[in-house]
């Protein structure tokens, strides 16, 4: 049940784009994203709660393609700070995510 | 925005002894809260549902006598690892989800060291 992330690490030059995509082998009904800063709690980006449905905060965006069962996060133009490990993770039926295992995002000045 | 707050950040214990960690909604309540474990570099796995004023329900793998769950008010979940060992030593968070809001709050997380 658990989502399965793609890719596992990403090290990028500052001002570089990333594509981080999440796929289920059940249907999706909601996707949440967040990162995590090392030693510290996730933090809540963004959900995507229809299919085709695609939100975005500053330089951050993500889609939700429900047919395929995938989501993809989208960092434009990266800064330091996005530096983290990214997961997402699907709502169950009775209100747990399940998380993937996580993408781990180096930005290099 | 709604704020989950956690206690201990950090703690070092000695095998075979008990170590609770404590779990607030500081500004909303909370019927359900959530337990994960976090093994470095590794995914945020989850233990345990924490109902208030019922039983936890338990991840399949987690053992219920030894992670016990109390969640006996509407703002307060603890979580309390009896006779740990150090490959009990992780990394555990909370979260829940204010009801007016859609996204779950994670607290700061509990670092546990067991020597």
């Known amino acids: 049940q658990q989502p399965v992330q793609s890719p596992q690490a990403v090290i990028l030059r500052e001002g570089e784009d990333a594509v981080i995509n999440c796929s289920s082998s059940k249907a999706l009904y909601s996707v949440h994203w967040y990162r995590q800063k090392h030693g510290e709690a996730p933090v809540f980006l963004m959900i995507?709660?229809?299919?085709?449905e695609q939100k975005g905060h500053e330089k951050i965006s993500a889609s939700f393609n429900e047919k395929k069962q995938q989501s993809s996060l989208y960092l434009t133009a990266s800064q330091l700070s996005y530096s983290g490990t990214y997961f997402c993770?699907?709502?169950?039926?009775?209100?747990?995510?399940?998380f993937g295992k996580g993408t781990r995002l180096h930005i290099l000045p | 925005g709604a704020v989950v707050s956690q206690h201990p950040s950090w703690v070092i214990c000695k095998s075979g002894t008990s170590v609770k960690i404590e779990c607030r909604s500081l500004?909303?309540?909370?019927?359900?809260m959530f337990w994960y474990r976090q093994f470095p570099k590794q995914s945020l796995m989850l233990m345990a549902t924490s109902n208030e004023g019922s039983k936890a329900t338990y991840e399949q793998g987690v053992e219920k006598d030894k992670f016990l769950i109390n969640h006996a008010s509407l703002t307060l979940s603890t979580l309390t690892v009896t006779s740990a060992h150090p490959e009990d030593s992780s990394f555990y968070i909370c979260?829940?989800?204010?009801?007016?809001?859609?996204?779950?709050?994670f607290g700061s997380g509990t670092r546990l060291t067991v020597v």
């Open positions: 995507l709660l229809k299919g085709g």
């Open positions: 500004d909303f309540q909370a019927t359900t």
């Open positions: 979260s829940a989800r204010e009801p007016l809001l859609i996204g779950y709050t």
């Open positions: 993770g699907i709502l169950t039926r009775d209100d747990k995510i399940i």
